[in-house]
């Protein structure tokens, strides 16, 4: 008698799927997530691959686990994601299933009910189970079973016949359906020419990939909505991905100013019951429309028509620990898995999806100007060469006067500086000692509201010492450099009578609370707010008319070859923010080298010249999207031990044409959570097939050995 075997794979850093014995009466399916003994455990799995064989030589499949099973598109995204980024699979299933981890395995509950269908063969046990289940109400597998008194797989085996029907349980509706025609927006002309062309994208086969590139305030979003409600119209599910922060009150209540409900969210603040609900309803298909951070692009949709990425450009879709993904692409990977189509939308967008662009791979949808006939911001740069701030202040003579005439006028002022805490170095005047993180090589950074030292990388804290720790002295301590706490200081002894607030990621009371304070700047309740990239990007702050950079050229001096890219983008986006309500904006920025291309290009306005400049450096340096390229970072608690693992691996790497293996050498950050780390970079020209050349490679590479580890991450986003 053949059996049947299952390849399951489990949710753990594990490259290969486990092989078990399907035990008789136990009807399995590609993609059931079951239950099976792993060592001395019981684990969580998926079926993988089923096949005839003689079971006899593997331990049995404990059981099925009643969760959403994964649809075989889902099963091939995740594969495709394991063999890009060369993570194990397993990682990448961990990221698709994160309810069912074998501690709760009864997380989702799946009804069943009888339908039409007559089995073809009825024993007394099924007889039983479609008497107990003629009333037509929807029981739970496990209900079901019991009241007719049979196995569990008696019922598998009528689900499996298409006797009974499965049902996912959900106690109330999750998220109530949005309505396409709720409130359509009077659209300009511009933008109903944008949204026809994106809403003639969901009935096109295959389904193609557009860059929807809108300045500040044209109106992305009301656009792509239109092709949201066209997904809707179809049945099918959209999935619109946004950086976490942007998820803001702001934005939930334009979607449902235009579709009568607020959408589904999904992020690291939604937990509990309210996540499997949601997993559930996104399996079923009950919910249609599902904003989320990058992590939801990894929910099991039951039919996907629709992705959007919001903000496009943004470094927060690159995940840098666990499985290396950049969401932005990966969307599109799953896009092209669904067939539906995939919406990139951006006023900075990536130099990657621009040249996308050119090559036609991808279409541009275009609108150039702001809604409404508002203007872009003026933008003027501040020489700080010709200004004279005084020493330990950060808010020259120029800007200074431009807040106070625009706080006069009642309007909000943004200043911008990307740097939180106090100060970013604090050093003692008598022994010139400097505070470093005993973790990482970094210096700590001041954080005053805490009173302490902290590391941005490792997350250390020391309380800052009254005396030097290490010559002793009293009161010689010395704070270099500002922070955005500093300037919130300076600016509360300038502006006594305004309103400020700081806002960076150290915002106590997490995202939320957060979220509440963006809304309370919109509605006007401060007057000027003081923030890193947190505030800098996508809000609408309508009553905001001034945006100061305090120091534009941070970011330049970085040695990564993407930092124009980044800093013109940052600065486009925040500079952005101004005047985007009744009342024009302008935006003086402050910086020491004017002539920068960067500074020039912002100021003038010309995005073109900039990115045609950018990326031909790129294409002469064979830097992607021109070339291929990965990270690969060995580190250690033993410094000798990361290097010499390091220079083990760079012997063993094979010439090949077009292939370049530069390394080993200490990584940008040699030491970080006291783990030494060296970097070997793979470059490649773009027809070379990096993943199998790097997969053969790790093939020839000795184990690693003790507490050493090799991160690979393919197309890094800093280099
Ligand atoms: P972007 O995302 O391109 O920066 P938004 O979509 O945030 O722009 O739009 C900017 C502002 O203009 C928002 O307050 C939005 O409500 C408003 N807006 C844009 N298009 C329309 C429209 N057709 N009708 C009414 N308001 C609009
Ligand atoms: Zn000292
Ligand atoms: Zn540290």
Redesign the pocket.
């Given at each position: 008698m053949t059996s049947r075997i299952a390849d399951v794979l489990i949710p753990l850093a594990l490259d290969t799927a486990y092989s078990y014995a399907v035990p008789d009466g136990l009807a399995l399916q590609e993609g059931d997530v079951v239950q099976v003994p792993l060592a001395t455990r019981e684990v969580a799995g998926v079926v993988w691959g089923l096949r005839n064989g003689a079971g006899s030589n593997f331990k049995p499949v404990t059981g099925r686990i009643d969760a959403p099973a994964l649809s075989p598109k889902m099963r091939k995204f995740l594969d495709w994601i394991a063999w890009y980024t060369l993570a194990p699979k397993g990682s990448a299933l961990a990221m698709g299933l994160k309810l069912v981890d074998g501690d709760r395995p009864e997380a989702i509950r799946i009804g069943v009910r009888l339908t039409e269908s007559v089995p073809k063969r009825v024993t007394p046990a099924r007889q039983r189970v479609m008497d107990v289940a003629k009333d037509g109400l929807v029981r739970l597998k496990r209900e079901l079973a019991q009241e007719a008194g049979v196995s569990a797989g008696v019922v598998d085996g009528l689900i499996d016949e298409g006797t009974l029907e499965t049902v996912t349980l959900l106690a109330e509706p999750i998220a109530e359906p949005p309505d396409p025609d709720f409130g359509q927006?009077?659209?300009?002309t511009d933008?109903r020419k944008a949204g026809d062309t994106l809403v003639s994208m969901l009935s096109e086969n295959p389904a193609p990939v557009a860059l929807l590139e809108?300045?500040?305030?044209?109106?992305?979003?009301?656009?792509y909505f239109e092709a949201v409600a066209e997904a809707i119209r179809q049945g099918r599910q959209a999935l619109i991905l946004m950086p976490e922060i942007a998820l803001t009150a702001q934005f939930l209540d334009?979607f449902s100013a235009r579709f009568g409900v607020k959408p589904a969210t999904w992020h690291s603040g939604v937990s509990g019951r309210k996540r499997e609900r949601l997993y559930a309803g996104i399996a079923s298909g009950e919910v249609k429309v599902i904003a989320g951070a990058r992590s939801a692009l990894f929910l099991p949709y039951a039919d996907l028509g629709l992705i959007v990425v919001?903000e496009e450009h943004e470094t927060a879709y690159k995940q840098d620990d666990g499985v290396h993904y950049h969401a932005r692409d990966m969307a599109v990977v799953r896009g092209r898995i669904e067939n539906a189509p995939v919406i990139l939308?951006s006023?900075t967008p990536s130099i990657e999806s621009r040249v996308n662009v050119e090559r036609g791979r991808y279409r541009h949808v275009h609108?150039p100007e702001?809604?409404?006939g508002?203007q872009l911001p003026q933008i003027r740069a501040v020489d700080l060469r010709q200004e004279q701030v005084p020493r330990g202040r950060w808010l020259s003579p120029t800007l200074l006067a431009g807040m106070e005439e625009n706080l006069g006028r009642g309007e909000q002022v943004l200043l911008f500086l990307n740097r939180r805490g106090y100060a970013p170095l604090t050093l003692c005047r008598a022994c010139a000692h400097r505070y470093e993180c005993p973790n990482c090589s970094a210096w700590l950074v001041e954080h005053r509201f805490r009173r302490s030292l902290v590391c941005h990388h490792c997350g250390h804290v020391e309380r800052t010492p009254q005396a030097c720790i290490s010559c002793g002295s009293l009161d010689s301590l010395v704070s270099c450099g500002p922070g955005v706490e500093r300037i919130a200081e300076e600016v509360a002894e300038l502006f006594p009578d305004k309103r400020g607030i700081v806002l960076s990621s150290d915002f106590p009371g997490g995202t939320e609370r957060l979220r509440r304070e963006l809304a309370a700047i919109a509605d006007g309740e401060f007057d000027i707010v003081i923030g890193t990239q947190l505030v800098a990007k996508?809000h609408?702050f309508?009553l905001m008319t001034l945006v100061g950079v305090l120091d534009a050229d941070i970011g330049l001096t970085s040695g990564d070859p993407r930092a124009a890219e980044r800093t013109f983008q940052l600065l486009q986006q925040v500079t952005?923010r101004a005047g985007?309500?009744e009342k024009p904006g302008r935006a003086l920025v402050q910086t020491w080298q004017p002539d920068h291309p960067v500074i020039a290009a912002l100021v003038s306005g010309d995005a073109e010249r900039f990115y045609r400049e950018e990326t031909r450096v790129r294409e002469m340096a064979g830097l992607p999207p021109f070339g291929r390229l990965a990270s690969l970072i060995i580190s250690a608690e033993d410094r000798d031990a990361a290097e010499t693992h390091a220079r083990a691996m760079a012997k063993v790497a094979d010439p090949a044409p077009g292939v370049t293996v530069l390394g080993p050498a200490e990584a940008p950050l040699a030491l970080i959570r006291g783990r030494y780390r060296f970097r070997l970079l793979v470059k490649t020209e773009r027809e070379v097939d990096l993943q199998g050349y790097l997969r053969a490679w790790m093939a020839r590479c000795p184990k690693v050995r003790g507490n050493t580890r090799v991160a690979i991450d393919v197309d890094p986003q800093s280099f």
């Open positions: 927006s009077q659209l300009s933008q809108g300045v500040t305030g044209s109106g992305k979003t009301e656009v334009r919001d939308a006023a609108l702001r809604f409404g508002r996508g609408n309508p952005g985007r309500g």
